[in-house]
């Protein structure tokens, strides 16, 4: 999805991991992602480079949709819809 | 007649590649087991920090932690009773527990982890000390080599309380390293 696309997506549940590094920002996923149904939108801000590469490879792992990243300034907004 | 034993034939090299592909298929579980020996900060920082990726992607984790990595399961705040006089020295020379871990490189008598520390809250990485925490929420197994646990004369009841750990032996981690998709060894 392009940045203007992600800008009007709906998002289910927004979580701010800028305060944490590696493995930190996949952890907060990985501890949110129950509480949204499926289908459902979720944005992680993270503030760690990694975290762009990292989510999606997670998204490929459990089969939740990855579906783009908008780099704002100093972080970054990670999208991923759940299978 | 020779129809017959044609298709007997096929049958039973359609049982057997069966029994290869269950085989296969139950052979590796999406588990990721590590055989821990250092006990250095740098290499036990790694190991957590890779543990906690894989329990974050749903991969079972085991770690089997022996030798110098065993001074990082210490409690300090436990005195074990009864130790003969080597045990003792042992336990005098060797850090106890996670937050007295030396560097492999840049140690600077102590200097090297201070400024890694320092380093981590401001670059805002979890300490080693939260790590272990968030690895016992995520249900990672630590699993102690009770030999090399007799050899640096550590006891069990000088180690950290954690929800998952237990003691065995090296075919334990043979046995685990064996149905894991990922094997490591630091």
Request: glycine residues 8%.
């Amino acid at each position: 999805m392009t940045a203007e696309e992600l800008k009007s997506v709906v998002v289910a549940r927004t979580i701010d991991a800028r305060g944490t590094a590696c493995p930190g920002p996949l952890l907060e996923a990985k501890k949110h992602i129950g509480s949204i149904g499926a289908g459902d939108v979720m944005e992680i801000l993270s503030a760690d480079e990694g975290t762009k590469v990292d989510i999606p490879k997670w998204c490929g792992k459990q089969g939740h949709e990855y579906l783009g990243t908008v780099e704002e300034n100093g972080y970054f907004k990670v999208y991923m819809k759940k299978k | 007649m020779e129809d017959n034993q044609r298709l007997d034939v096929q049958q039973l090299q359609i049982e057997e590649l069966k029994q290869k592909i269950e085989k296969l298929e139950n052979g590796r579980k999406d588990q990721l087991s590590i055989a821990i020996v250092s006990g250095d900060l740098d290499k036990v920082l790694a190991a957590m920090v890779i543990s906690i990726a894989a329990a974050a992607m749903d991969t079972q984790v085991k770690l089997f932690f022996s030798f110098w990595s065993l001074a990082a399961l210490r409690d300090p705040k436990k005195h074990p009773k009864g130790k003969d006089f080597i045990s003792k020295m042992f336990g005098l020379m060797l850090p106890k527990g996670k937050n007295k871990l030396s560097l492999s490189k840049m140690n600077m008598g102590g200097m090297g982890p201070k400024m890694i520390s320092m380093l981590m809250k401001k670059q805002n990485v979890m300490s080693l000390e939260k790590m272990f925490t968030e690895a016992g929420e995520l249900g990672i197994e630590i699993i102690i080599c009770e030999m090399s646990m007799g050899l640096m004369g550590f006891k069990r009841e000088e180690m950290i309380d954690y929800p998952n750990l237990s003691y065995a032996g090296a075919a334990t981690f043979v046995a685990d390293a064996g149905e894991s998709s990922i094997q490591l060894f630091i």
